[in-house]
């Protein structure tokens, strides 16, 4: 399960990285085609808030959670005692995943109803807009899978923090 998780968010965050290559790629061919050439690439405004944005914003987060937390406030959480810390870390990441699946299944109405009419935006070139709608359903949804690992992890292996959460699965 472990292994497999970690996959699927290698993938996500590598296709991040190729958003945002492309992002870069397609903002400066505009850029260079428009003061050089009078002619600005195609589709930029549209590809880079509908697809490129959500996708570099959006698909990485579960591999920043597995590599550290994205949960607890350190000023509080520092001065409270181990015992406390063993309770208040697991509620946490539960309501952290509560939040992050709420958020997962609320996009994913909108995605369905945005492929039923076959959602599009343009002005000059049409692009379609209905495959965007389910980056945040994978994002958000592979979040909450990421927390659900990780508040298992915590409450199996008994430890205070994050961090030694992530050393113990890395020792396993």
């Known amino acids: 399960m472990r292994a497999g998780l970690s996959y699927l968010t290698d993938i996500a965050t590598y296709a991040g990285g190729v958003a945002l290559i492309a ?3 397609h903002v400066n061919i505009d850029v260079i085609g428009k003061y050089l ?3 600005p690439a195609p589709a930029t405004l549209e590809m880079v808030s509908y697809y490129y944005m959500a996708a ?12 550290g937390s994205l949960v607890y406030v350190e000023l509080f959480y520092s001065m409270m ?23 997962a299944y609320a996009a994913w109405e ?11 935006v343009g ?8 495959p965007t709608r389910f980056i945040p359903v ?29 050393e113990a699965e890395e020792d396993a």
Not at 110 to 120: E, L
């Open 23 to 25: 992002m870069m790629l």
């Open 37 to 39: 050439f009078n002619m």
């Open 56 to 67: 570099v914003a959006a698909l990485p987060l579960a591999a920043l959670e597995r590599k």
């Open 81 to 103: 005692p181990a015992w406390l810390k063993r309770g208040v870390l697991p509620f946490a990441l539960t309501t952290a995943t509560l939040y992050c699946g709420a958020a």
């Open 110 to 120: 909108p995605a369905i109803n945005a492929y039923r009419v076959g959602a599009y």
């Open 123 to 130: 002005s000059s070139v049409t692009v379609s807009t209905w």
């Open 138 to 166: 994978i994002g958000f949804g592979l979040l909450a899978i990421m927390l659900v690992w990780k508040t298992v992890s915590i409450l199996v292996r008994g430890v205070t923090t994050c961090d030694e959460a992530g």
